[in-house]
């Protein structure tokens, strides 16, 4: 079944009010087995509305529609739909009682214009708002159903989960759809894309596959629909765990859960503590581990040695190390790395020293250099990396690069 999505209101195409609604219901719809073929916001004129129905009924079995509904004059939704399914007002007392009891709650005087609002189609199955005044219009015409509903989210979410979907899955059999997301990290999407080609190709005809790429993490998400539920999801599962042949360093976790998420558990599970020594980055290392609950059970401190004074005061880095290499080499964040392992008392430090830009690089070093040093009770570690000219770009990825570090050498990989 396919379902096509129209939002209606000036405030959306101005960028006044960002469409949230459209996309909580491509969620829903979509876990409901009901595929959004198209989704589209026009204004609050009346053959613009008339246009994009005329359209959405060309391609969509079911066309849903919010906004526009309310008491004032730049509400014309339902008008448009009258003149559309050619409608007469009919006056509805079981929705008028409910605007009265509404108001008398919330002691607000009750208007002629709230009154207007009773009045609906008389050709519609009208479906009653529990939580709003205006009610929800189901029509149908040419085997193509229509649902018009109100734009406040919550009204519109009350009306989607209680009534739309409930009727549309009698009316049609739906598949059962299921989403699993596969979170990577230390590997770019094209370079990924060509290791697990193979894999990709053997997918079963029922599996989509979307890359899904962000700075620093690419994820995969496997999308599967068919009509038994257990035997769609173990399809899926199975291919997860053929994936884990082709790239098993860069698989962290599934749907959705953060690379600092992933490392927390392995700390906490270990009972192995960790502690950062942060230029480039600015702390941001130590924000993403203590956005996590209960970090500090592993996390014991950071320090952000953003000068060179702040490098040799605190973090015991030597002068002539810093003039000889300067602050952005392999042995100054190497020396960042084991002064913060000793000042914590910790298993694990994690360094990081760059140029995150947009200047301060030269030639030989030039923006998006960062170094990244480990330090173990084994010894130090670190890697360089070229991130780009993008500053925020740059501080994202060399967090979140040390941290895939950092969980690569826990769990010996």
Known sequence: MKAEIISIGDELLIGQVVNTNASWMAVELNLAGINVVQISSVSDEGEHIQNALQEAETRADVVLLTGGLGPTKDDITKKVMMDY?????????????????????????????????AYLPDNCTILPNRVGTAAGMWFEKNDTIF????????????????????????????????????????????????????????????????????PGIVRLRLSAEGFDEDKTKTQVDEQCELLKNYVPKAIFGYNDISLEETLANILKEKGLTLATAESCTGGYISHLITSIAGSSEFFMGSVVSYSNEAKMNLLSVNKNVIENYGAVSKEVVEKMAVGAREKFNTDYAISTSGIAGPDGGTEEKPVGTVWIGIATKKGVQSKLFHFGEHRGRNIRRSALMALNLLRLEVLGL
């Open 147 to 214: 649902v018009s509903m109100p734009g406040v989210p919550f009204e519109m979410k009350t009306l989607i989960w209680e009534q739309v979907i409930p009727n549309l899955k009698k009316r049609f059999k739906t598949p059962f759809i299921y989403h699993k997301t596969i979170m990577t990290t230390g590997i770019g999407e094209s370079m990924l894309a060509e290791k697990i080609e193979k894999w990709e190709s053997g997918l079963p005809d029922n599996i989509k596959l979307a890359y899904l790429p962000q």
């Open 85 to 117: 399914f050619g409608s007469k007002p009919k006056f509805h007392e079981p929705t008028y009682q409910h605007i009265k009891n509404l108001f008398s709650k919330r002691s607000y005087p009750l208007s002629e214009v709230n009154r207007l609002q």
